[in-house]
Structure formats: C-alpha cells, structure tokens
C-alpha cells in the first residue's frame, strides 16, 4: 500500500459515527484520515489547505446529501480532481448511476469489504497521480514548445543584421572599382545569394506568423506568369539533367513574354510556394517526362501543376501537413506544408490529385486581381 515516507489523506464523510469508526480503521494502517459529518464540513475541508487526496462519501445524510456535495465539489475548480467514490446502502442499479453521471468515480455498497474498499482507494489514487503526472509532462511540453518556438524566431531575427552587411559589401567593393568580370560575377552571385537567403529568413518569419495567426497580408497585383517563368529559369540545370520539357500554359495556349496572370497576393509568397511546388513537380517526375504548369480563370484564378509521376500512397493523406515526406533525401516535409499555409493566407485553397494512371496534379485557387 502507501509507504510511510508518504500516507495519503483520505476524507471520510458520513452522518453515521459507527461507519466512520469502520472505515477508519480499515483505512488506519495506510492512510491518514480526515472526517466530516455533514456535507456542508466536507465541502469546507475539500476546499481547505488540508485538501484530501481522496473521498469517501455517504449519500444519505441530513441537509446536504452526498449527490449535492459531488455535484458542489465538481464545479468547483480547486476540488474538481479530487477523486470521489461513494460508500452508501442503496444499492439500486440507478444509484449508482446516478452517482458516477455526476462525478464520482466509484460506488461500493455497505456494509464495507476491507479489501475491496482497500483495492478500490488504492486504484483511484494511482490513478490520480497517474493524471497528475501526465498534466506536467504536457506542460512542460508546452513550455518546450514555446520556448524552442521563441529561439527560433529570434535567431531568424538576429540572423537579419550581419547578412543585410554582407548584401551590401558588393556594391561597395563595384564602387572602388578596377574589377575584372570574373570579379564582378563573383561579387553579383555574393549579392544574389544574401537576398535569397534574406527572403528565406523573411518567409521562414512569416510562416511563424501564419502558423499563429499573426501574420498581415495586405495584396497586390503579382504576375504568376512573371514568377513562374523566374522559377523555371532557375532550375533549368535540374530540369535539363533529367531530360525533362516544360511548358506554361496561359488560357490553353503556351504563354508568351506578354501576357499577364494577374492575382491579388504577395510577390514573395507567391515565389516560395511556387518555386516548392514546381521544384518537387521536377524532382518527382520520370526522366525524359513533361511538366505542365497552366493558368485558367473564372471566378477565380487557377493554377495546375501537372507531372506523371505519383505520390507515394504513404503521404497521400497528410501530403499537405507537418513534416510529411517520403524517401526524399534531406526532405524535411515542410515544403507542401507551408504551400498550404501561403495559400490559405491568400485566401485560396489548394488541392491533389494523383495516381499512377494519370500522374499528379497540384491544383490552386486563388483570388483574382
């Protein structure tokens, strides 16, 4: 039972000084003891710094009976854990549902069995402090979270300072001049480098604040075509390394240099959703296949992403949450998470559809400019 470094305290209350005299000395070698003799003291020592770990509580008792003090002791927030089981003589099926309908959690009739009254106390509170115990860890997970959370936004935070610097060292050093063109490159990929990891840091920022709701979106017009164009100039090594063609449908037709697909949304949202998207579009498709990107638009604008690869039926179903990846190398499953996020953020929604018949199609809707 309960060792003697630490005795639970079990209140006792009954109108009946026989049955408390019973039950306390059944109760005498493992634990400590409190009474009541009313429901009205009970209450009073429940809610007291002498809280018990436990209740054993009659039901039939003059003025407050023990179904009005459960009742009292469950809408109360410091004595609703404290575990309740009833000790009473009724004994009717509807009694003693009646009594766990409100809150207690056991119900033994009278007269009392030693060792199942022992058995019955020594289970709750187990599973009492089984409770207690998954109530911190959950905090301190909690407190984990937030604090993991709070370094990470600001290192991103810090991380802004030395490279806006290093940004600006390029155009310093071009201002000083006698640069051969090889220098002038080399110094161009410096500059072209530290905005890219600026928006990085910027977007990983603006995800936090997606994530939590915080974040502002105030739309302009953004050409997709412009954008979508940029991401495939990009990745033109990738795309020629696996013998892939590509093509950007505008309105059913291959787009030109002039036209426009304008929507209301952010211009460096719009590029780290698309250019994750398309990026894992290449990376997915069979060498030598086609990527297809088309724009349409109705009541809203419309973007497919088209591949014949498929999806792995494993992440099927979670493709667009957390961490979801499947046998991609250095993968960290944030990239159709965060699609998903900017798209809602623009107030879109985002689709997929694959199989191994008809490859997959990543599928946007967003509003229109």
Not at 79 to 98: C, L, M, Y
Not at 155 to 174: M, N, Q, V, W
Not at 274 to 297: D, H, Q, R, W, Y
Request: charged share 30%; aromatic share 6%; proline share 4%.
């Amino acid at each position: 039972m309960s060792s003697n470094s630490h005795r639970e305290t079990i209140l006792i209350v009954d109108d009946n000084p026989q049955s408390i005299d019973i039950i306390g000395e059944i109760l005498k070698p493992y634990y400590r003891r409190q009474v009541a003799r009313s429901g009205e003291k009970a209450l009073a020592i429940a809610a007291s710094d002498l809280q018990p770990d436990l209740i054993l509580l009659d039901v039939m008792m003059p003025g407050i009976d023990g179904y009005e003090v459960c009742r009292q002791l469950k809408a109360d927030k410091k004595t609703r854990t404290i575990p309740v089981i009833f000790i009473t003589a009724k004994n009717e099926i509807e009694d003693e549902a009646k009594g766990l309908e409100i809150g207690a959690v056991d119900y033994i009739t009278k007269p009392v069995i030693p060792l199942v009254l022992l058995a019955r106390v020594k289970t709750h509170l187990e599973l009492k402090k089984a409770r207690e115990d998954l109530e911190k860890q959950n905090e301190i997970l909690k407190e984990n979270v937030r604090l993991r959370e709070d370094v990470d936004r600001i290192t991103r935070h810090d991380l802004k300072t030395p490279l806006s610097s290093i940004i600006g060292f390029p155009d310093a050093i071009k201002i000083a001049g006698d640069l051969n063109e090889e220098q002038t490159e080399m110094l161009d990929m410096i500059e072209d480098s530290g905005y890219k990891m600026l928006d990085m840091i910027n977007l990983s920022l603006d995800l936090y604040k997606m994530e939590t709701g915080k974040y502002k979106f105030d739309p302009v017009p953004v050409n997709l075509l412009a954008v979508v164009n940029k991401i495939f100039k990009e990745i033109r090594d990738e795309i020629e390394a696996r013998e892939l063609s590509t093509v950007v449908l505008f309105r059913g037709k291959p787009a030109s240099q002039q036209d426009l697909f304008l929507i209301q949304g952010d211009e460096l949202l719009c590029y780290s959703m698309f250019s994750n998207l398309i990026k894992n579009a290449v990376e997915a498709s069979p060498v030598g296949e086609k990527v297809e990107v088309s724009m349409t638009s109705g009541e809203s604008a419309v973007i497919g992403i088209h591949n014949t690869g498929s999806v792995p039926p494993d992440i099927r179903e979670t493709f667009f949450e957390k961490y979801s990846t499947s046998g991609k190398s250095g993968g960290t499953g944030l990239g159709t998470y965060s699609a998903k996020l900017i798209v809602q953020t623009l107030g879109g929604n985002i689709k997929l559809d694959t199989s191994d018949e008809t490859g997959t199609t990543i599928t946007i809707e967003l509003p229109k400019y």
